[in-house]
């Protein structure tokens, strides 16, 4: 007699668990005006209620930009988003359109092609284009494009703006010490103009930028934002062609829409010069005579403009006492360049009211790094493979920490000032001091 099978169907009693996608979304006003920062709230608003209407759909996060172009890669949100989403986060990504998650081409497909990579969809809502699908990348090659070109043509139509008033001598702003910029001109801040008119007193009596740059620390006077002074900042005061009343427009071009980067105009571009634009702080004779002064400066001590080179322990000695790097020094000394060595930058600008670090010999950096390191002779690349930095937390100390992590300290012993003369420096000195002699023997006759 054949088996007969009996089968029972057993109705299920559980709901089967359903995976919902985990989506984000991402936003941006590419200005800080009240009407785009409105828009963004809009926006976060609107994804707040479509992603969380959807059942199937978890809502991560919403990566929101203000005031930040498209055409820039430095974003914090957007940054934060590709970081969530490498880090396994995220499914879906949801923004508006091509031209929110950015204007640049290269970036749009970069971010498309590596999320793809990464199994996450970017799903487009103006053009209705999911990068997952078939023809996603095509059809975003083209809008991204398209959204590039959008982006050079107004930059370029801004561009043409500005030449325009520049060519009718009109400046377009500026953030200058001693002025404020209203109604299309620079207008003069009396107690600004006042530290302005000392700096180039000073200077045509003699002083050298670093003494003034002393001397106002020592006064306690503000800079234009509040920080410290700097010979580079003084040095740009004493070259300003608007404290003689005069305006020299377009100083810097932009070469390219994308980067957004600055560069000082060297004849690249045209430039354009105001005669008598506004009411100077410094007489037009004053202004001639700083330059003349500058110019002459420059030749007496070989000042050639040109970037300064990279030393062997340039960015890696770090002062411990004010947080400072140290710079190279090669001091002239009556005519005759010393031994170079190396001395905390606040300590050299400011003195050592400022930072009481001592300066370290060259030579003797060179023979302590050898010693660590266990090699008989030193170039750059030798050092930054093996040192991360060296830190001078007090006399005659040095700290070399490791690129891998430990660190070791040495004592080092200054030479006697004595033993580190040399012949022509002692000749020197001497002539120097003959010449002292004479000086005073003629102030006694004539007295």
Request: proline content about 3%; hydrophobic content about 30%.
């Amino acid at each position: 007699m054949d088996n007969i099978r009996k089968i029972t169907k057993l109705e299920k009693t559980a709901l089967m668990p359903v995976k919902r996608k985990r989506v984000a979304a991402y936003a941006r006003v590419s200005s800080g005006k009240d009407a785009q920062l409105h828009s963004l709230s809009v926006q976060i608003s609107y994804y707040n209620e479509y992603i969380g209407s959807r059942g199937d759909w978890q809502l991560v996060r919403i990566y929101a930009d203000e005031a930040m172009t498209g055409t820039r890669d430095d974003r914090p949100q957007f940054q934060q988003l590709l970081s969530d989403c490498r880090a396994g986060k995220i499914d879906m990504v949801i923004t508006k359109s091509v031209t929110r998650l950015a204007r640049n081409t290269v970036t749009v497909l970069e971010t498309a092609r590596e999320l793809k990579s990464l199994g996450i969809d970017i799903y487009f809502e103006k053009e209705n284009i999911h990068t997952m699908s078939s023809d996603g990348e095509l059809m975003l090659t083209l809008l991204a494009t398209f959204a590039q070109e959008e982006s050079w043509s107004a930059s370029e139509n801004q561009k043409w703006r500005i030449r325009r008033k520049f060519e009718q001598g009109v400046a377009t702003g500026g953030n200058t010490l001693g002025y404020h910029f209203e109604g299309r001109t620079f207008h003069i801040v009396p107690e600004e103009a006042e530290i302005v008119k000392q700096i180039f007193g000073d200077y045509l009596s003699g002083m050298g930028i670093p003494a003034i740059v002393k001397k106002l620390e020592r006064m306690g006077v503000p800079t234009r934002h509040g920080g410290h002074w700097s010979t580079s900042t003084v040095r740009g005061i004493l070259h300003n062609e608007k404290y003689a009343g005069d305006l020299l427009l377009q100083k810097y071009y932009r070469p390219d829409h994308i980067s957004k980067k600055d560069f000082r105009n060297r004849g690249e571009a045209a430039q354009y010069f105001v005669e008598g634009s506004h009411e100077p702080i410094i007489s037009r004779e004053d202004f001639r005579e700083t330059q003349l002064e500058l110019a002459r400066r420059r030749q007496k001590f070989g000042i050639t403009g040109k970037p300064r080179t990279t030393n062997l322990f340039t960015g890696i000695i770090h002062c411990m006492l004010c947080g400072k790097s140290y710079c190279r020094r090669t001091a002239n000394s009556g005519g005759v360049y010393q031994k170079p060595a190396w001395r905390c930058s606040t300590c050299n600008l400011y003195g050592r009211e400022a930072c009481p670090a001592q300066q370290i010999p060259e030579n003797i950096l060179v023979q302590k790094t050898m010693e660590v390191l266990g090699i008989d002779s030193l170039d750059r690349e030798t050092l930054l493979n093996r040192i991360a930095e060296i830190q001078v937390p007090g006399p005659n100390r040095l700290v070399y920490v490791f690129t891998d992590g430990p660190t070791q300290e040495v004592t080092w012993q200054h030479p006697s000032r004595r033993g580190s003369w040399t012949e022509e420096m002692k000749q020197k000195a001497r002539e120097r001091q003959l010449q002292i002699i004479e000086r005073r023997r003629q102030n006694d006759t004539n007295s």
